[in-house]
Protein backbone atom coordinates (compact mmCIF):
# COMPACT_ATOMS: atom_id res chain seq x y z
CA UNK A 1 0.00 0.00 0.00
CA UNK A 2 1.45 3.53 -1.38
CA UNK A 3 1.62 5.47 1.79
CA UNK A 4 3.02 9.47 2.18
CA UNK A 5 3.22 11.87 4.43
CA UNK A 6 3.27 15.40 3.81
CA UNK A 7 6.33 17.61 4.60
CA UNK A 8 6.40 20.52 6.37
CA UNK A 9 5.52 23.24 3.81
CA UNK A 10 5.25 20.88 0.74
CA UNK A 11 2.14 22.20 -1.67
CA UNK A 12 -0.21 18.81 -1.82
CA UNK A 13 0.56 19.15 -5.53
CA UNK A 14 3.99 17.86 -4.96
CA UNK A 15 2.86 15.52 -2.32
CA UNK A 16 0.29 14.61 -5.09
CA UNK A 17 3.22 14.04 -7.34
CA UNK A 18 4.93 11.64 -5.07
CA UNK A 19 2.20 9.50 -4.46
CA UNK A 20 1.55 9.02 -7.94
CA UNK A 21 5.04 7.98 -8.39
CA UNK A 22 5.52 5.41 -5.55
CA UNK A 23 2.05 3.97 -6.91
CA UNK A 24 3.83 3.65 -10.64
CA UNK A 25 7.09 2.29 -9.00
CA UNK A 26 5.05 -0.03 -6.44
CA UNK A 27 3.21 -1.36 -9.79
CA UNK A 28 -0.57 -1.22 -7.75
CA UNK A 29 -2.48 -0.48 -10.69
CA UNK A 30 -0.91 -3.28 -12.61
CA UNK A 31 -1.82 -5.67 -10.17
CA UNK A 32 -5.51 -3.92 -9.65
CA UNK A 33 -6.10 -4.50 -13.36
CA UNK A 34 -4.72 -8.29 -13.49
CA UNK A 35 -6.68 -9.01 -10.34
CA UNK A 36 -10.06 -7.28 -12.15
CA UNK A 37 -11.34 -10.17 -14.00
CA UNK A 38 -10.62 -13.98 -13.82
CA UNK A 39 -8.88 -15.88 -16.38
CA UNK A 40 -8.67 -19.64 -16.88
CA UNK A 41 -5.45 -21.48 -16.49
CA UNK A 42 -4.95 -21.97 -20.16
CA UNK A 43 -5.75 -18.43 -21.24
CA UNK A 44 -3.14 -17.50 -18.68
CA UNK A 45 -0.10 -18.94 -19.94
CA UNK A 46 -1.30 -18.30 -23.39
CA UNK A 47 -1.07 -14.95 -22.54
CA UNK A 48 1.84 -15.31 -20.66
CA UNK A 49 3.70 -16.58 -23.86
CA UNK A 50 2.39 -14.03 -25.82
CA UNK A 51 3.61 -11.80 -24.02
CA UNK A 52 7.21 -13.60 -23.88
CA UNK A 53 7.38 -13.36 -27.47
CA UNK A 54 6.67 -9.57 -27.78
CA UNK A 55 9.60 -9.11 -25.19
CA UNK A 56 11.31 -11.65 -27.42
CA UNK A 57 10.35 -9.30 -30.83
CA UNK A 58 11.09 -6.61 -29.16
CA UNK A 59 14.73 -7.23 -27.98
CA UNK A 60 15.53 -8.99 -31.34
CA UNK A 61 14.62 -5.50 -33.11
CA UNK A 62 16.84 -3.38 -30.43
CA UNK A 63 19.65 -5.98 -31.33
CA UNK A 64 19.34 -6.36 -34.96
CA UNK A 65 19.42 -2.40 -35.44
CA UNK A 66 22.61 -1.80 -33.26
CA UNK A 67 23.93 -5.15 -35.46
CA UNK A 68 23.10 -3.73 -39.06
CA UNK A 69 24.07 -0.31 -38.33
CA UNK A 70 28.02 -1.21 -37.25
CA UNK A 71 27.45 -3.23 -40.92
CA UNK A 72 26.88 -0.07 -42.64
CA UNK A 73 29.58 2.09 -40.79
CA UNK A 74 32.20 -0.37 -42.21
Do not use: C, W
Request: hydrophobic fraction near 25%; glycine fraction near 4%.
Amino acid sequence: MAEIRLQEGESLENALRRFKRKVQTEDIIKEVKRHSYYLKPGEKRRVKSALARKRARKKFRKEGSSSRDSRREA
